[in-house]
């Protein structure tokens, strides 16, 4: 492992993380806050997922012929830019549902390429040890994005919305400057067809089983998860009568449980095999989707985020280690944005979905139904998971 270089990533990746954890939550929270319409808080975030289907495959491609550090630090600074004109929309009073849905989906195009090309960064400063470098930062983007950015942006909500989307710009702005200082990879050379770059990585992922079991069971779980992400401040203010300043406690508690996932992940896969763990893992996801959405209790619903946390944090640990050793380097972004593409693709229908069954029937049906679809997703993908 490249010990200063992979310190200097960290630290960039916690600093950005903080400021997203605080948009993240600060965002829907603020159109659920402003409109208490499901269908608005429905359509940001769909905004919020769309460029995983549309922009993160040519991304990926694009950052196979780049330097991965400059890929990163012009998106830090592009996202740096898009949210500071966010934070001045929200104060001046001109953040409309369609401002809100615009710079959504610009900050997350932006956050495509940065995601593939932290990814060949990760994957080339870690070295051979990949679960330990996963778990680290798995446990960093808890800690900056389910933790410390929720945290603030309960304080700042309160204070002044605006207030958080200024930290996020002031983040980014951080972040740029530590990732300069990260040590460079030179990129492939190779000018290819770009069409047939694109049609490379995503054949490669669909001809290996262990990526093509994974795929399938992230594009369903993603979906499933977006639609439980677009409610969650709705329902936390509505049916759990929770202050809007104490919705991301809830965040935090999953953060909680998040930090206990990455830590005990890897120890579980020695002893049980990878693959059942992650089976397990999602089984424990769909229960816990079902919980909050059957129960809409207080303490049942922290403890149903904590188990949130647990679940989705251990499936990412080993979900990405799986990927990445399957992964030629060479071929690490394109992969990888194929992969988003194919494993993420159906979050904005999931999110797009939420909003009008909620309004039909609940928001407590939104969770028992994702619930329901997770479950079965680790039943009927138990074999391949497991043998992979």
């Not at 200082?181 to 190779?190: H, L, Q, Y």
């Not at 619903?301 to 799986?322: E, P, Q, Y």
């Amino acid at each position: 492992m490249h010990e200063r270089g992979f310190r200097a990533l960290t630290a960039a990746w916690a600093v950005s993380l903080v400021g997203d954890g605080v948009r993240v939550v600060a965002l829907p929270l603020f159109t659920a806050a402003s409109t208490r319409s499901p269908l608005a808080v429905s359509a940001v975030a769909v905004a919020l997922t769309l460029p995983w289907l549309l922009v993160a495959l040519p991304a990926g491609a694009l950052v196979d012929r780049w330097r991965p550090r400059t890929v990163v630090v012009v998106a830090h600074w592009l996202r740096a830019g898009v949210t500071g004109v966010l934070a001045l929309a929200v104060h001046t009073g001109h953040a409309t549902v369609v401002v809100l849905c615009a710079t959504a989906f610009v900050l997350t195009s932006a956050e495509t390429f940065a995601d593939s090309a932290s990814q060949v960064l990760l994957v080339e400063l870690a070295g051979p040890d990949l679960e330990a470098a996963n778990g680290r930062f798995v446990t960093v983007e808890t800690v900056g994005m389910d933790l410390a950015g929720p945290l603030a942006a309960a304080a700042l909500f309160w204070w002044a919305p605006a207030a958080c989307f200024a930290l996020d710009a002031i983040s980014f702005v951080a972040a740029a400057v530590l990732v300069s200082r990260v040590p460079d990879v030179a990129p492939d050379r190779s000018r290819g067809d770009l069409r047939g770059q694109l049609a490379e990585g995503a054949g490669f992922l669909l001809r290996t089983p262990g990526l093509r079991s994974l795929v399938v069971a992230v594009a369903i779980t993603a979906f499933a998860a977006a639609a439980v992400n677009a409610m969650l401040a709705l329902y936390s203010i509505q049916v759990l009568g929770l202050a809007e300043p104490v919705v991301p406690v809830l965040v935090v508690c999953m953060a909680a449980g998040a930090l206990l996932g990455a830590r005990v992940s890897s120890r579980l896969a020695s002893r049980w095999g990878a693959g059942r763990v992650m089976v397990g893992f999602l089984a424990l996801l769909g229960a816990a989707f079902a919980l909050f959405g059957l129960t809409p209790w207080l303490a049942v619903a922290v403890v149903a985020c904590v188990l949130f946390g647990v679940a989705s944090a251990g499936w990412n640990v080993l979900s990405a280690t799986r990927r990445q050793r399957l992964t030629p380097g060479p071929m690490m972004g394109r992969v990888t944005s194929a992969y988003r593409v194919l494993a993420w693709g159906l979050s904005p229908l999931g999110a797009g979905l939420a909003g009008p069954l909620a309004a039909a029937t609940s928001l407590g049906a939104v969770y028992v139904v994702a619930g329901s679809v997770v479950g079965l997703t680790a039943i009927l993908l138990a074999r391949p998971l497991a043998r992979s």
